[in-house]
C-alpha cells in the first residue's frame, strides 16, 4: 500500500501587515513549533522597506531536532510526524465544560481507533525510521511514543515520536536534513515514487515554502526545525487600488491519500487543516 499527500493552495488577500497576521494566528492558534521569518531582496536596503515574501507559521509538527542527550556525550535526533487529524469540538458559549470534555473525549477516541489514521501513521513512522537510520548509529532508532493523541485549540491529532543517536564522528545536523527531507509526513510512502507521482500531479509547480521546513542550526551542533504547515505566505501586491498595503495571503493543506481514504472526508480535513490559518 502507499501513501501521498496531496496539497490545496488557496489564496486570499489581505490588508494586515504580515507580523500583525502572525500575532492574530499565534493568539487563535497556539502551536509549539510556531515561526515567523521575513525574507527582503537584494535592493530593499532602507530599514522600512517591505518585506518581499513572509512566513506566518503556525506549526504543530516537529521535523527533526537534534539535541544533546543529558550527559552531553552524544545528539540525539528526534521526529515527531503527525498523521491524522480530527476537528476538537469548541462548545457553544455557556456550554458545560464537563460536556465539552465527554464530547472532545468521544471525538479522541475515534481518532484512536480509525484504521486508516493508524495505518498513516505507521507508514510515515517506519519512513522516517528508515530515513534516520542512514544517519544515527546502527541499533540507535526507536519509537517512545507511538500513536498519541496530541490536542491543540482547534483540532486533535495523532502523533508518534521517532528518536535515534547520532553517530557524532561521521554525521552532523546537515547530514540529518539531508537525510530526512522533505518530511516524510508530507511526501507519503514510499518517498522516492511518492515524489514523483506529485510531481506530476502538481505539473512540476513548486510549492514554495509550504511543506518544507524552518528552524534554526546552533553553533553547538544542536537543531530543531519544524514542518511548515498550518501556514500563510505572504507576498505584497504591488499597484494596490486602495492607499492601504496589500498583500496576498498563500496557505497550503493537504490530506494524505490511501486505499482506505474517503474523498469528501479527505476534502473536509484539507479544508478543516486551511480553516486554522
Not at 24 to 32: C, G, Q, S, V
Not at 154 to 177: K, P, Y
Not at 251 to 277: F, H, P, Q, W
Request: glycine residues 6%; proline residues 5%.
Amino acid at each position: 500500500e502507499a501513501e501521498i499527500t496531496l496539497p490545496r493552495r488557496p489564496d486570499k488577500k489581505i490588508h494586515e501587515s504580515p507580523f500583525d497576521l502572525y500575532k492574530i494566528l499565534r493568539t487563535n492558534n497556539p502551536a509549539p513549533f510556531s515561526a515567523f521569518m521575513n525574507f527582503y531582496s537584494r535592493d530593499d536596503a532602507s530599514s522600512d522597506a517591505s518585506a518581499s515574501l513572509s512566513i506566518c507559521c503556525s506549526s504543530p509538527e516537529r521535523f527533526l531536532s537534534v539535541k544533546q542527550d543529558e550527559f552531553h556525550r552524544n545528539f540525539v535526533v528526534e521526529s515527531k510526524p503527525i498523521k491524522g487529524t480530527i476537528a476538537r469540538y469548541i462548545g457553544a458559549e455557556g456550554e458545560r465544560l464537563d460536556m465539552v470534555k465527554t464530547i472532545n473525549d468521544r471525538i479522541i477516541q475515534e481518532l484512536r481507533e480509525s484504521t486508516k489514521d493508524q495505518a498513516e501513521n505507521l507508514m510515515i513512522v517506519d519512513l522516517l525510521r528508515n530515513d534516520l537510520g542512514r544517519v544515527c548509529e546502527v541499533g540507535s532508532v526507536y519509537v517512545p511514543h507511538l500513536m498519541d493523541i496530541e490536542s491543540y485549540a482547534t483540532v486533535h491529532q495523532m502523533v508518534s515520536t521517532v528518536r535515534g543517536t547520532l553517530d557524532g564522528n561521521t554525521s552532523n545536523a546537515i547530514d540529518v536534513i539531508e537525510a530526512c527531507f522533505p518530511g516524510g509526513s508530507m511526501t507519503g510512502a514510499p518517498k522516492q515514487r511518492t515524489m514523483e507521482i506529485l510531481n506530476e500531479i502538481e505539473e512540476g509547480v513548486s510549492r514554495g515554502p509550504y511543506s518544507g521546513c524552518l528552524g534554526y542550526i546552533s553553533l553547538n551542533g544542536c537543531m530543531d526545525m519544524n514542518i511548515i504547515i498550518r501556514s500563510a505566505v505572504l507576498t505584497p501586491i504591488p499597484n494596490a487600488d486602495d492607499s492601504m498595503e496589500s498583500w496576498k495571503a498563500s496557505i497550503g493543506c493537504g490530506g494524505a491519500i490511501t486505499a482506505l481514504s474517503d474523498s469528501n472526508d479527505e476534502y473536509d480535513e484539507m479544508l478543516l487543516k486551511s480553516r486554522i490559518v
